[in-house]
């Protein structure tokens, strides 16, 4: 694996970090709608945080990570990666409590567009998240009444996943594999720990089997392919990628509500995907991301 996250040509790496966003961005939006059938009942806060629990859980038994051994840099690390999480989570479950999940996801992109943004070291490059961003505006479909507190929450994820889409690639040099990852993820469940414990009582047999699939399919597994893709293709690729969840949330929005997609939508869904391939392309001139300096721990 390392000859591929730190070693192998950069468009392989990019197209491999890229095949890996594709099935996160699937796990991410399949996993909220699941979820989101519990909103009424438990609330978005409490079922964010149950699923971090579940993920907490999965993960420690299958990495088995150390405690010992971490620097305070490292520890500052994933104590943000998994702080970026948490708010990530609960913002987003609130927001698509509020707004249409395509329309949620939306919002959330326009983290990691601001990362794209802000990484671009010459204007080309910088017009290919601005190519998403208009794509994200025709997903959207901009009219009608504003829920304003949906939005304020889809900016907050944004933030948080802007946050989260860096310390992905920091977490990721200074750790063992997935080791970073597993800490962030129980450092989160235990953040959000005050949003869920009280909701316990109230979640029957049916329930925990929803959480534990929305937490190994949302949590667990879509964050093990966004931390491996970040190592592959690093942040920014990683960061324009994400515009394919705006397109997974309409998709899995009309499949599941069995509603009609439009033109603009439609146009917009080209728009996203032409901006994200294109960033996977040029990725071959980008340098390879740093080696993780410590692998191989005992």
């Avoid at 699923?51 to 840099?73: E, F, I, K, S, Y």
């Avoid at 609130?94 to 601001?114: D, E, Q």
């Avoid at 490059?125 to 009219?143: F, H, S």
């Avoid at 129980?186 to 049916?206: E, K």
Wanted: with cysteine; charged share 10%; glycine share 10%.
């Amino acid at each position: 694996m390392n000859n591929l996250t730190g070693e192998g040509p950069a468009r392989t790496r990019a197209f491999l970090g890229a095949g890996l966003v594709l099935v996160s961005c699937l796990s991410v939006q399949a996993s909220a709608a699941l979820a989101s059938t519990l909103f009424d009942r438990l609330g978005a806060p409490a079922v964010a945080g149950l699923r971090q629990l579940c993920a907490a859980l999965v993960l420690m038994v299958l990495v088995r990570p150390r405690v010992r051994g971490h620097t305070r840099q490292d520890w500052a690390g994933m104590v943000v990666y998994g702080a970026s999480m948490a708010v990530m989570n609960v913002a987003y479950y609130s927001t698509v409590g509020r707004l249409p999940l395509g329309v949620a996801a939306t919002l959330l992109f326009l983290g990691p567009f601001v990362v794209a943004v802000a990484s671009a070291r010459a204007w080309r490059e910088a017009l290919l998240p601005a190519v998403g961003l208009v794509g994200v505006v025709l997903v959207t479909e901009p009219g009608g009444t504003v829920a304003w507190a949906g939005i304020a929450f889809g900016l907050l994820s944004a933030l948080a996943l802007a946050c989260y889409t860096l310390f992905a690639q920091r977490v990721g040099r200074a750790s063992s594999g997935l080791e970073g990852l597993t800490v962030a993820v129980c450092i989160s469940a235990i953040l959000l720990l005050p949003f869920y414990l009280p909701a316990v009582p109230s979640v029957n047999g049916s329930d925990w089997g929803l959480v534990a699939v929305s937490g190994v399919v949302g949590v667990a597994l879509a964050f093990t392919l966004d931390f491996q893709a970040v190592k592959m293709a690093g942040a920014k690729v990683v960061a324009t990628l994400f515009s394919l969840d705006p397109v997974m949330g309409a998709l899995i929005g009309a499949l599941a509500l069995a509603e009609s997609l439009s033109a603009p939508v439609l146009a917009g869904m080209g728009l996203i995907v032409s901006a994200g391939a294109i960033a996977t392309w040029r990725a071959g001139s980008l340098p390879a991301p740093p080696v993780p300096t410590s692998t191989n721990r005992p």
